[in-house]
């Protein structure tokens, strides 16, 4: 086919190399389409034979350059494998540019606002790269590949003595407003806040166009907000109606013929631990004392995958949930209220199918004997964590000697797990009290006590045990069995090295000589810190240093927790994972051979793509009503602690509440500032007044913005 090349003229080059644009613009356009001549003619309106005849030409030149392929005889397809290409998941910022994140390359992509051409937040694009002024990469999106959502959350704006309209979108989403027609508006009125579902994006068009799917309501109310949070991330909130009338049909009843395939472990003293608001108990300990002076330690799981069967619509709606979100003011359950507040719910008084890792434990919290399998229990006891900790604190009460037990193995086994290499992270999370309208009265911090790392150290040393058992053989080989697995990577060694440069000015060490150095000297340094004035700043730092963890079939470790092996297997009410990790434990138990790796990697890619979400929605509910706590507190005045730095400005954090507001840096009157990225800092061209991350500053709440969820700030100087 090169060979053709040759008879083209010299006289026509320059002319073949323009059309030969106009045809790669044309097929880029849809660049996994097939095309014959004519259809590529007609589509760079080529038409008469001697246009023909140019265009026949130049697709013999841009198949000689490789830029397009002929797939059979006279059908050609864009070359997307050339030099410079890449394909990533495209991630924007609020100013419209964009970074494309590459599998396997170190680094994202930058991509200018005016090269993202149809792209939208999440999407997986073709870019090709080249670098800037001959220095920084750079990229260009060429095609969008795979849309990762066609419905997004906006505020509606009539065109007033119009037909049409526009949804204007968080720019971070989406980087231009949706044109709704006539008779896509789906009655919403000028100013509500709807879903509208993208239905075209014309070529060389500026806006797409959608139809309006829901009408959410005014902007700022409660409710609207709310949803608008689950919309935006695509969480749904009631169940089909087939999917719980599936559910409402489960039968309930613990029938004997059942028991009698389980270790009845009904007689053994048996109760839960939970926050005071829980309705979902998918955990429960039972102790006993054996003749050989050992503990019998056994960690009940609720037997979901008894109840949620493989093939059915329940599991089929659990599977696409993944998990349980947890706003501010609600749950969004992985499974209806039915299985999760009542069937599998390990409630007080009541005989429970579960599963179970029983463990024989002496005095030094050592395991001697383990065992797992599907049994029966009776929970004898509900415990709020505040009720187990006055146990712990004061030795008295119902239960009192049980809980002091477990409390001083789990002390043990959490000593030994910080010794091996695990991370110590205690940040405290905040809490709202809410009135009977979900509105706000009241911020706290849920701190864990003894009586919450009791529950943990048992329910890390099944989710460990579980993992070993499937992953290696009585010699300590391992298997290679298909299991899901929950793996935390090392750190960057790159923002280690960032991290341990930058705290050695505080005068604070780090040595990262290997693994298990790197985590004494986070323990350490997050120890040392502890009441300083540079705590928030570093435990920030550190935090941002740790890979995120994820679920996968490679057993990498989970270097956070200092677990070789680790998995999820304790909360499979609310975790699609464990239900997978049970179903999965017992094919083994049962003596099954190891499943298909790719189906469960699969799976475990989307659970985890959707705790991500979750996240990001619970982050979002929190602000919504950290702004709407704060909107009483206009005017006033907070020594607050800063959290983050930027380009544009720097956010506060107000230690006592939360809440976290943003100083732009162009409200700054007194100077000009810039930004120091490497010492997270601005500072003052004149003055040489900096503002760094950690500094405590005095500041006035200036604006609460429920729509964005953003609070302005504003530096007040004594």
Same mark, same amino acid.
């Given at each position: 086919?090169?060979?053709?090349?040759?008879?083209?003229?010299?006289?026509?080059?320059?002319?073949?190399?323009?059309?030969?644009?106009?045809?790669?613009?044309?097929?880029?356009?849809?660049?996994?389409?097939?095309?014959?001549?004519?259809?590529? *003619?007609?589509?760079?309106?080529?038409?008469?034979?001697?246009?023909?005849?140019?265009?026949?030409?130049?697709?013999?030149?841009?198949?000689?350059?490789?830029?397009?392929?002929?797939?059979?005889?006279?059908?050609? $397809?864009?070359?997307?494998?050339?030099?410079?290409?890449?394909?990533?998941?495209?991630?924007?910022?609020?100013?419209?540019?964009?970074?494309?994140?590459?599998?396997?390359?170190?680094?994202?992509?930058?991509?200018?606002?005016?090269?993202?051409?149809?792209?939208?937040?999440?999407?997986?694009?073709?870019?090709?790269?080249?670098?800037?002024?001959?220095?920084?990469?750079?990229?260009?999106?060429?095609?969008?590949?795979?849309?990762?959502?066609?419905?997004?959350?906006?505020?509606?704006?009539?065109?007033?003595?119009?037909?049409?309209?526009?949804?204007?979108?968080?720019?971070?989403?989406?980087?231009?407003?949706?044109? &709704?027609?006539?008779?896509?508006?789906?009655?919403?009125?000028?100013?509500?806040?709807?879903?509208?579902?993208?239905?075209?994006?014309?070529?060389?068009?500026?806006?797409?166009?959608?139809?309006?799917?829901?009408?959410?309501?005014?902007?700022?109310?409660?409710?609207?907000?709310?949803?608008?949070?689950?919309?935006?991330?695509?969480?749904?909130?009631?169940?089909?109606?087939?999917?719980?009338?599936?559910?409402?049909?489960?039968?309930?009843?613990?029938?004997?013929?059942?028991?009698?395939?389980?270790?009845?472990?009904?007689?053994?003293?048996?109760?839960?631990?939970?926050?005071?608001?829980?309705?979902?108990?998918?955990?429960?300990?039972?102790?006993?004392?054996?003749?050989?002076?050992?503990?019998?330690?056994?960690?009940?799981?609720?037997?979901?995958?008894?109840?949620? &069967?493989?093939?059915?619509?329940?599991?089929?709606?659990?599977?696409?949930?993944?998990?349980?979100?947890?706003?501010?003011?609600?749950?969004?359950?992985?499974?209806?209220?039915?299985?999760?507040?009542?069937?599998?719910?390990?409630?007080?008084?009541?005989?429970?199918?579960?599963?179970?890792?029983?463990?024989?434990?002496?005095?030094?919290?050592?395991?001697?004997?383990?065992?797992?399998?599907?049994?029966?229990?009776?929970?004898?006891?509900?415990?709020?964590?505040?009720?187990?900790?006055?146990?712990?604190?004061?030795?008295?009460?119902?239960?009192?000697?049980?809980?002091?037990?477990?409390?001083?193995?789990?002390?043990?086994?959490?000593?030994?797990?910080?010794?091996?290499?695990?991370?110590?992270?205690?940040?405290?999370?905040?809490?709202?009290?809410?009135?009977?309208?979900?509105?706000?009265?009241?911020?706290?911090?849920?701190?864990?006590?003894?009586?919450?790392?009791?529950?943990?150290?048992?329910?890390?040393?099944?989710?460990?045990?579980?993992?070993?058992?499937?992953?290696?053989?009585?010699?300590?080989?391992?298997?290679?069995?298909?299991?899901?697995?929950?793996?935390?990577?090392?750190?960057?060694?790159?923002?280690?090295?960032?991290?341990?440069?930058?705290?050695?000015?505080?005068?604070?060490?780090?040595?990262?000589?290997?693994?298990?150095?790197?985590?004494?000297?986070?323990?350490?340094?997050?120890?040392?810190?502890?009441?300083?004035?540079?705590?928030?700043? $570093?435990?920030?730092?550190?935090?941002?240093?740790?890979?995120?963890?994820?679920?996968?079939?490679?057993?990498?470790?989970?270097?956070?927790?200092?677990?070789?092996?680790?998995?999820?297997?304790?909360?499979?009410?609310?975790?699609?994972?464990?239900?997978?990790?049970?179903?999965?434990?017992?094919?083994?138990?049962?003596?099954?051979?190891?499943?298909?790796?790719?189906?469960?990697?699969?799976?475990?890619?989307?659970?985890?793509?959707?705790?991500?979400?979750?996240?990001?929605?619970?982050?979002?509910?929190?602000?919504?009503?950290?702004?709407?706590?704060?909107?009483?507190?206009?005017?006033?005045?907070?020594?607050?602690?800063?959290?983050?730095?930027?380009?544009?400005?720097?956010?506060?954090?107000?230690?006592?509440?939360? *809440?976290?507001?943003?100083?732009?840096?162009?409200?700054?009157?007194?100077?000009?500032?810039?930004?120091?990225?490497?010492?997270?800092?601005?500072?003052?061209?004149?003055?040489?007044?900096?503002?760094?991350?950690?500094?405590?500053?005095?500041?006035?709440?200036?604006?609460?913005?429920?729509?964005?969820?953003?609070?302005?700030?504003?530096?007040?100087?004594?």
């Amino acid at each position: 086919m090169a060979k053709k090349s040759k008879f083209i003229s010299h006289k026509n080059n320059h002319k073949l190399q323009e059309i030969g644009r106009l045809i790669l613009g044309f097929m880029n356009k849809q660049s996994s389409k097939i095309y014959n001549y004519k259809q590529i *003619a007609d589509g760079i309106d080529y038409k008469n034979p001697r246009q023909r005849e140019l265009v026949i030409q130049s697709l013999h030149k841009l198949l000689s350059d490789e830029r397009i392929k002929e797939v059979e005889k006279g059908k050609y $397809i864009i070359n997307l494998h050339i030099e410079g290409t890449l394909t990533g998941i495209i991630d924007f910022n609020q100013a419209g540019n964009a970074y494309v994140n590459v599998d396997g390359m170190d680094g994202d992509v930058f991509i200018h606002s005016k090269n993202v051409k149809d792209a939208l937040q999440g999407d997986k694009v073709l870019i090709v790269t080249y670098h800037f002024k001959g220095r920084k990469l750079e990229g260009s999106v060429l095609e969008v590949i795979e849309r990762n959502r066609d419905e997004f959350v906006g505020t509606f704006q009539l065109i007033k003595h119009k037909d049409f309209g526009f949804v204007v979108c968080d720019k971070k989403t989406i980087n231009t407003d949706i044109f &709704v027609p006539k008779g896509k508006i789906g009655g919403a009125q000028d100013g509500d806040k709807v879903v509208v579902k993208m239905t075209d994006w014309k070529a060389g068009e500026k806006n797409p166009e959608g139809e309006i799917i829901k009408v959410l309501g005014a902007p700022g109310e409660h409710e609207t907000e709310i949803h608008s949070i689950l919309a935006e991330y695509g969480l749904p909130y009631s169940f089909p109606e087939e999917v719980e009338k599936e559910a409402d049909e489960i039968d309930r009843q613990i029938h004997e013929s059942e028991v009698a395939k389980r270790r009845d472990m009904r007689k053994i003293c048996t109760f839960t631990i939970d926050p005071k608001d829980a309705k979902d108990f998918d955990d429960a300990l039972s102790i006993q004392k054996l003749e050989n002076g050992n503990w019998e330690v056994g960690v009940h799981i609720a037997d979901v995958s008894h109840y949620v &069967v493989p093939g059915t619509l329940l599991d089929d709606e659990a599977y696409d949930r993944a998990t349980s979100v947890y706003l501010v003011d609600r749950v969004v359950p992985m499974l209806p209220e039915v299985l999760s507040n009542d069937v599998c719910s390990l409630r007080p008084n009541e005989d429970k199918y579960t599963f179970s890792a029983v463990f024989e434990i002496n005095d030094n919290s050592e395991v001697l004997k383990e065992w797992f399998g599907r049994t029966v229990i009776h929970s004898d006891r509900r415990f709020s964590y505040e009720e187990a900790q006055e146990r712990i604190e004061t030795g008295t009460g119902d239960l009192a000697e049980e809980i002091l037990v477990l409390d001083r193995l789990a002390k043990t086994l959490r000593k030994r797990r910080i010794d091996n290499g695990a991370i110590t992270f205690d940040r405290s999370e905040v809490r709202f009290n809410l009135d009977e309208n979900s509105e706000p009265i009241g911020v706290y911090f849920k701190i864990s006590k003894d009586s919450n790392h009791l529950i943990e150290e048992f329910m890390l040393l099944a989710n460990r045990k579980v993992s070993e058992f499937i992953s290696l053989n009585r010699k300590g080989e391992p298997t290679g069995n298909t299991f899901i697995y929950r793996i935390h990577d090392d750190p960057d060694p790159a923002k280690l090295e960032a991290l341990r440069e930058f705290v050695s000015t505080f005068g604070y060490k780090m040595d990262l000589a290997n693994t298990k150095k790197v985590a004494q000297s986070l323990n350490k340094l997050l120890n040392d810190v502890k009441g300083k004035g540079e705590e928030n700043m $570093i435990e920030t730092l550190a935090m941002r240093s740790m890979s995120k963890a994820v679920y996968s079939t490679n057993p990498i470790g989970h270097y956070g927790l200092g677990f070789e092996y680790y998995s999820h297997f304790t909360s499979p009410i609310r975790r699609y994972p464990d239900l997978i990790a049970h179903r999965l434990l017992q094919h083994y138990l049962d003596g099954g051979k190891s499943p298909n790796k790719e189906e469960i990697e699969e799976k475990s890619k989307h659970c985890s793509s959707m705790e991500r979400l979750a996240a990001d929605a619970e982050r979002d509910s929190i602000k919504f009503m950290q702004v709407k706590f704060m909107e009483k507190h206009l005017g006033q005045e907070f020594t607050g602690v800063i959290s983050g730095v930027a380009d544009f400005g720097f956010w506060v954090q107000i230690p006592e509440n939360g *809440a976290e507001g943003l100083i732009k840096l162009r409200d700054l009157m007194d100077d000009s500032y810039s930004y120091d990225a490497k010492n997270h800092l601005v500072q003052g061209a004149r003055t040489g007044n900096q503002y760094q991350l950690g500094d405590e500053v005095k500041i006035k709440v200036m604006k609460a913005n429920l729509i964005q969820k953003q609070l302005d700030f504003k530096i007040i100087n004594e």
